[in-house]
């Protein structure tokens, strides 16, 4: 079984819907897919991350990341939204290495460190982020509905 790992180019929407249904599925939360032209308009941002391993030219997995602008730093800080490996592919590695890449993406762009948040009761998420080397921070996440 041969893995292909890369980041997705302007013109990978294809890709990018695949990952989509990776995430329904995986996650297990019913959305509507956006049109094609969404896919479309994200791919052309630049703070937007969108790393995935493919199989048979078949989406396994994949992350997606946002770059955020920092007053701190010029590089800025890197946030890992999603991070999904299909079930049959999970305990492979393939998760390993697509935060191998994107780690890689943060070294290249003079990036120190990025960071993403698990829920306390997703325990795989949690012993999987510890098992690559993540270090847990204990803070609050506070959400705000906007009634829209």
Known sequence: MKIRYHQLARHDEVFLKELFHLYIEVFET??????????CRLLQEENILFFVASS????????????????Y?????????????????????????????????????????FFVQADET??????????????PEAVRHFSYATGN
């Open 30 to 39: 019913p959305h509507r897919p956006p049109g094609d032209a969404h896919f």
């Open 73 to 113: 730093t010029e590089a800025g800080e890197v946030y890992l939204y999603d991070l999904a490996v299909r079930n049959d592919y999970q305990r492979l590695g393939v998760g390993r290495q697509l935060l191998s890449k994107l780690e890689s993406w943060c070294r290249q762009h003079g990036i120190r460190e």
């Open 56 to 71: 048979n030219k078949k989406v396994i997995g994949g992350l997606t990341a946002y770059v955020l602008p920092s007053l």
């Open 122 to 135: 997703d325990n795989h998420a949690i012993a999987f982020y510890r098992a690559t080397g993540g270090i």
